[in-house]
């Protein structure tokens, strides 16, 4: 099992171009997430997606938009990057159910120049 | 609305010595309390959670947490730290009244054990 895997592992990007990272899981998992991690702030929750088919905004989606391609894939797209996007992004699966835990990728180093 | 507080930005402790990485804890529900661990360029790994049940939990590499419902608090504890324990320890909770899903995380505690 691989887990919950992440690409590319860093991109470096100008403002205003546009990007997608990808995000698969062979876990079975019903339930995934987007999450940026910057420094002294801990993860904030970007998009979810709590089944097949369904996404909710997270407490920071503006700039971002996320397709749950199946069950495997999500992805997180920058449609125009901005350096306040400049951050490190995992992904994150579970099964359903609230007291589930997350099993996390390994990150994707992203900076917006 | 669900929160979590981790007041120390880093624990320094000697290797052997026993550690604390505190942790509290805000919601309007029943709280889904979670620890994780997070190594260098890594992503996060699950340590130990709490739903209900035994206020002691036990998880990985040897950690325990307390859950204290009167001090809304669930500090992470281990009896005797190792070097290789060094890294950034982080809080989460979820609101198990509300059935939202998203943990909300605290910022991050960076644990040092001397050797």
């Known amino acids: 099992n691989a887990g919950v895997t992440q690409t590319p592992k860093f991109q470096v990007l100008k403002t205003g171009q546009s990007m997608t990272l990808q995000c698969a899981q062979d876990?079975?998992?019903?339930?995934m997430y987007w999450y940026r991690q910057d420094p002294g702030m801990g993860l904030r929750l970007i998009y979810y997606?709590?089944?097949?088919?369904?996404?909710d905004k997270g407490e920071v989606p503006n700039g971002y938009n996320v397709s749950r391609l199946n069950k495997r894939e999500f992805s997180l797209r920058l449609e125009s990057a901005a350096p306040s996007q400049t951050s490190v992004y995992f992904c994150?699966?579970?099964?359903?159910?609230?007291?589930?835990?997350?099993?996390f990728g390994p990150g994707t180093r992203l900076t917006v120049l | 609305a669900q929160s979590v507080a981790q007041p120390e930005d880093q624990v320094n402790v000697a290797e052997g010595n026993p550690l604390t990485v505190k942790c509290t804890y805000s919601v309007s529900g029943n709280p889904y309390l979670f620890w994780y661990v997070q190594y260098p360029n890594r992503g996060l790994q699950f340590l130990l959670k709490y739903i209900t049940g035994d206020n002691l939990v036990k998880g990985s590499y040897g950690f325990e947490a307390e859950f204290n419902k009167s001090q809304t608090s669930f500090h992470l504890k281990k009896p005797s730290a190792l070097v290789s324990d060094s890294a950034l320890y982080f809080c989460a909770v979820r609101d198990g009244g509300t059935g939202r899903r998203a943990l909300t995380f605290g910022s991050g505690t960076r644990l040092q054990v001397q050797p």
């Open positions: 997606s709590a089944s097949e088919g369904t996404t």
């Open positions: 994150a699966s579970s099964t359903s159910g609230t007291n589930n835990e997350q099993f």
């Open positions: 876990m079975n998992h019903n339930s």
